[in-house]
């Protein structure tokens, strides 16, 4: 458990684990994590018992299901509800008592973190404070919503990266002892009419290829500023030097299959197609005919390969180390 000053409230991150010491693999939660790490605010961390609907139990005290992840800010900062939205929206805000007030939503606690948190700004790592009169704010604002609801999306219908998760999320929610959570997991009330059986009836190779092309365009601003393949280029994102938003968001996504099956997180953004190649040979006996180069998963990604390592290296490897626990799943 961290403290905090007598100044500074405290913070509590509520994060999703499906059972006690299981492997982190909800993208929302890790986008929260890495906000919260970048701020450098001291924080608790707090993984409850989602079978828990006891009157202490979160729900009970928010008055309806949560919406994770959730932050417990105490004393509260914001005064009502919807007050400062950054976005204009209103959406998302926070739901508060006299004591303490809870923020919903991973995209909406970033924007009230550097609401309320001047230093380190989440949005513009660039400044050494957040401005949202400076000229840069509507168009990363505007950047980072498209990649929330495109690449990042947490619509189970469409994104590839969760497609790709879905079989080991389904092995760590099989280990919840209530069995009835499982069956919600794979539940149409989650996936639509039939969902969860097209996702896990996709074709593996399809789903690589696919995949592995759509880092393509973070591949590309990495190099925009490098003069070779070995050149290091821009070392992150959100701007050029400064780590923030538009990287969060890219790796949350990553984080949630490297959680859930690190060899195919780590063979999917390798920086040769190779190891691709044999994973697939390995966990679907599928063996590439196509010569080097004419295979459509046949791409490089060297600058995007060193970003995932610069990523997890951030704040003393604090990401590498929330991704080492272990699940149900080897490959």
Known sequence: MTTTTATSPKIVFYDLAFYPGAPLASPNTWLTRLCLLHKRIPFEVVEPNLLDRGPTSLGKRL??????????????????????????????????????EYVEDSFQ??????????????????????????????????????????????????NKLFHLAAPGLGEIADAVEDPSFAAYFRSDQRHGKGGWAKIVGMDLETMLVDTRRSFLPFEEVLKSQSTSSRDEGARFLTTPSHVGIVDFLVFSRWAMVKACSPALADALVDADPGPMRAYLAQAAGKRIDEEEGEWWGDVRLDHFARWKERMLDLWDGAPRKALQRKGPREL
Do not use: C
């Open 63 to 100: 008055g309806k299901s949560p919406l994770f992840p959730v932050i417990q800010v105490s004393p509260p900062l914001e005064k009502q509800r919807g007050d400062n939205d950054a976005d204009g929206d209103g959406a998302g805000a926070t739901d508060k008592d006299d004591d303490v």
């Open 109 to 158: 606690i970033a924007l009230y973190l550097d609401r309320h948190f001047g230093a380190h700004p989440i949005f513009q790592p660039n400044l050494e404070r957040v401005d949202m009169s400076d000229p840069s704010w509507p168009t990363i604002l505007s950047m980072a919503t498209i990649l929330k609801h495109g690449y990042a999306t947490s619509d189970s219908m469409w």
